[in-house]
């Protein structure tokens, strides 16, 4: 195992910048904001750890790319905010990929995203990625494929005879294709590959500072590893992108993973498709994660 470890002037100049304007306006963060993202460069901190590379086919050794701070993140022409007339987050379930959405885009859509059961591959040299997403046109995908238990166990077989050609209502194509259990573990998996690819959208480039929500992911083992958190560098990025108070949204969170779990089933019947608006919602995997929430809330509010 290898770890990737910065030092903590580089961390700190990644999160805070030599800009003065950005070491101005970090300085006018509320003082507990602060508090939680100074833990990025604080040695012993028990809330941010480094990185940790397992094997050769892990993502940063397999897809080496430069490492984006705040200030660059910051000054990419190319980034995107919301506005007053583009601020809503669609979520799509399709069948085709990214050229579908940017055609079903919303006129308020800042970004629609899409979900499908499809093994999903952007090309034929690469085995599969969990998700993708187009930051200029502000459209992404990702499949929740290879997140049922039973995936590495189940075998497709057969071949397309003769190219179908369907009209992009038409999903019968779909009818009786494979659909997991909704499982507390594949329902946390899927908010990490759709917050990530999410985090895409609005600028944020593979973190390659901390562990954290935005590393890239290349195996499933990768990707289970990866934390839901965002880490300090990474969480200015999405606050300076949208605004939001982080106690505010740290609450929140702790609320969405309360609420209405208790007394839920632990899952659906097996490979059902009954259309049920009262979905299950298992969150026995999200208890470490809620008890870091609460660990952070205790550094913001001191």
């Keep these: ?61 397999s897809h080496p790319e430069a490492p984006q701070d705040f200030e660059q993140f910051f000054s990419d022409p190319y980034r995107k905010i919301p506005s007053p007339d583009k601020h809503s987050i669609y979520i799509q379930s399709i069948g085709d990929i990214l050229k579908f959405l940017k055609k079903k885009k919303p006129e308020d859509a800042f970004c629609i995203v899409g979900i499908t059961m499809i093994d999903l591959y952007p090309r034929d040299s690469w085995n599969f990625v969990f998700g993708q997403a187009s930051l200029t046109d502000g459209v992404g995908i990702f499949s929740f494929a290879r997140y049922g238990s039973d995936f590495y166990s189940l075998r497709y077989e057969g071949k397309v005879k003769k190219l179908k050609k369907t009209s992009s209502s038409d999903y019968s194509i779909f009818d009786n294709y494979y659909i997991p259990e909704i499982t507390s573990v594949l329902l946390l998996r899927s908010c990490k590959t759709l917050t990530h690819e ?46 939001f108070s982080v106690v505010e949204r740290y609450r929140a969170l702790v609320q969405w993973i309360d609420d209405d779990s208790a007394g839920t089933p632990g899952a659906t019947p097996k490979h059902s498709r009954e259309d049920n608006g009262n979905l299950p919602k298992p969150m026995e995997a999200f208890k470490e994660w809620k008890e870091w929430i609460i660990k952070c809330l205790t550094v913001l509010q001191k």
Aim: with cysteine; hydrophobic share 40%; aromatic share 6%.
């Design 1 to 61: 195992m290898q770890i990737v470890r910065h030092s903590q002037q580089t961390l700190k100049t990644a999160l805070i910048s030599k800009n003065p304007v950005l070491v101005s306006q970090y300085e006018k963060l509320d003082a507990g904001e602060q508090r939680l993202m100074n833990e990025a460069f604080q040695p012993a901190s028990d809330l941010f750890g480094p990185i940790t590379l397992h094997s050769q086919s892990d993502w940063i050794t």
């Design 198 to 243: 999410i985090g895409h959208i609005f600028g944020l480039r593979h973190c390659q500072w901390l562990a954290c929500l935005m590393q890239g992911s290349n195996h499933l083992e990768e990707a289970d590893r990866r934390p839901l958190n965002l880490c300090p560098i990474c969480l200015r990025k999405l606050q300076c992108a949208i605004g």
